[in-house]
């Protein structure tokens, strides 16, 4: 029952384009870095081994080795005879390998698990990405976090003893008795440093006519 629904789940991803049959396809698609999870029948042929293995490599996925022939997983596939398949779909990945831990937990612990942990990455970008398209077509903006303004300075107030502020902001300074150092009486008009003029004889317009 277990190897019908790990065969039965590899018919359904080539029906929907994410399992690549054969040599060269799987090699296409572990250069262009889509293969996700190589399956080797448990026949195939040393050489044929060693070509997977560098698949692996180059694509940078797992690699396992299915408990089937090469004639059971053909004709699952619809093929007289397959000894290497490469799925591109991480959750169909993740589905794979958790059917063959079923079979032999011992075998495929390990591998279902990382496959695992890749397909929720996986959907989590996915989200992160569709939330993103969601919002570029709203015309949302990201909030920009808010700036700490620096500490104002505290004014001293005349109840505290501190100078009475001027008109324009600035604080009059006071002596050490408590009066403003500012010079008291009336305020000396425009022409208080102008030169006296002279009436009468010896004015300044007398002296220059003569």
């Given at each position: 029952m277990g190897s019908e629904a790990v065969l039965s789940l590899l018919g359904l991803s080539l029906r929907g384009g994410n399992l690549a049959v054969g040599?060269?396809?799987?090699?296409?698609?572990?250069?262009?870095?889509?293969?996700?999870?190589?399956l080797l029948a448990e026949d195939a042929a040393p050489a044929t081994r060693r070509r997977t293995e560098r698949f692996a490599q180059m694509g940078q996925c797992l690699c396992l080795t299915l408990p089937f022939s090469k004639a059971e997983l053909?004709?699952?596939?619809?093929?007289?005879?397959?000894?290497?398949?490469?799925?591109?779909?991480?959750?169909?990945?993740?589905?794979?390998?958790?059917?063959?831990?079923?079979?032999?937990?011992?075998?495929?612990?390990?591998?279902?698990?990382?496959?695992?942990?890749?397909?929720?990455r996986a959907a989590q970008r996915r989200a992160e990405r569709q939330a993103h398209e969601k919002n570029v077509r709203q015309g949302k903006k990201p909030v920009p976090a808010k700036r700490s303004s620096p500490p104002q300075e505290a004014v001293p107030s005349r109840a505290a003893g501190g100078p009475p502020p001027s008109r324009r902001g600035r604080t009059v300074p006071r002596d050490k008795g408590g009066t403003s150092c500012r010079p008291q009486g009336p305020r000396p008009g425009p022409y208080a440093h102008s030169r006296p003029v002279k009436k009468g004889k010896g004015s300044f317009r007398g002296k220059k006519q003569g």
């Open positions: 040599e060269e396809p799987v090699e296409a698609a572990a250069r262009g870095k889509k293969a996700r999870l190589l053909g004709q699952s596939l619809g093929r007289t005879s397959v000894a290497i398949a490469a799925l591109t779909d991480t959750g169909l990945a993740s589905a794979v390998t958790e059917r063959l831990r079923q079979l032999d937990p011992a075998r495929y612990a390990a591998a279902a698990d990382q496959m695992a942990l890749k397909a929720r």
